[in-house]
Every structure is written in structure tokens, then in C-alpha cells.
């Protein structure tokens, strides 16, 4: 989503159908390129959010994974609004085994 997108929604202003149309026909422009099904592109979508989760928050509802086509060149575009970044997860402790305990 580019600003000018951000400030028409705020707005509450509509894109032009010419607009929509132009951006719906390279989405399948872009997916037929790219040979990958809708349910291939959803799994894909869904790992990617699980992954950049895994070190920020993410607004899963505002994300949006897609493919874009320009000048014959294909796309995978992750546009994920982040919230903050998580703190790093304290290393483990690892557990007693055996040999530490043989070797104490």
C-alpha cells in the first residue's frame, strides 16, 4: 500500500474503477506467470507470517503477501505493518545428563 493509498482510505476516498481493474489484472497476470495456486500462495503466506512473528509483532489483519508484475518480472511482495519487535527469548538451560553428572 503506497501513502497515497493511506491517505485516501483515511479520507474515505474510493480508487477509481480503472484503477482497481488495472491492479486486479496484474494480480492475474501475476499469479498466472508464476504458476503457483491460491491454496500454494495462502501456505506460503501463512508460514511467512508465522516466521516474521517468531521476532516481531505483526497486524496480521493489515498484512498482506502478494505477487506484483512488473516489466516481466515477478514478485513475491510482503507488506507487514509492524507493531514492535520481541524481546530475544533467554538462551535455554540445558538439562543434566549422565555423562555430567559421571563426570563430576
Known sequence: ??????????LGRQPASANTAKQRLQL???????D???????QMRRE????????VEIDFEEGDVTLETEDRVTALVANLPI???KLPAPAPIPEP???NEISS
Do not use: G
Not at 500500500?1 to 483515511?10: F, P
Not at 511467512?48 to 521476532?55: D, N, P
Open 28 to 34: 492475474v497476470l501475476a499469479h498466472d506467470r508464476s
Open 1 to 10: 500500500m503506497t501513502l497515497l493509498d493511506v491517505i485516501n482510505k483515511l
Open 97 to 99: 545428563t549422565l555423562e
Open 48 to 55: 511467512i507470517l508465522e516466521v516474521v512473528s517468531r521476532y
Open 83 to 85: 507493531r514492535r519487535a
Open 36 to 42: 503457483l495456486n491460491p491454496e500454494l500462495l495462502q
